[in-house]
């Protein structure tokens, strides 16, 4: 007696398999979502005045650099970049024979 898999039979499990998936998703989706339905908590309303006198305190310093439309970009820092190979112009090492 030998057992014969056809693609049908793939094709039946694959679908049996693709809904409990989609049906432990569902569960799952549902019994971890949160409630719509939740009654509104009570809340107490307080009310507290404070009065606050003027310091004689400094201003801080400010912590950005001066930003100037026509003054360049003063945030970008220098740029120290290797020099480039010694190769000729227009040639291109690995191509058509160069070394």
Known sequence: MSIVITNKDNRLVMAIAGGAALIAIGGLATACGTSGEQAPSSTSTTTTTATTSPSSAAAPAPT?????????????PGVTANPAPNVPPGQ????????
Do not use: A
Not at 92 to 99: D, S, Y
């Open 64 to 76: 950005e650099k001066g930003v100037n439309p026509t003054g360049g970009n003063l945030f970008t």
């Open 92 to 99: 291109h090492p690995g191509i058509n024979g160069v070394p």
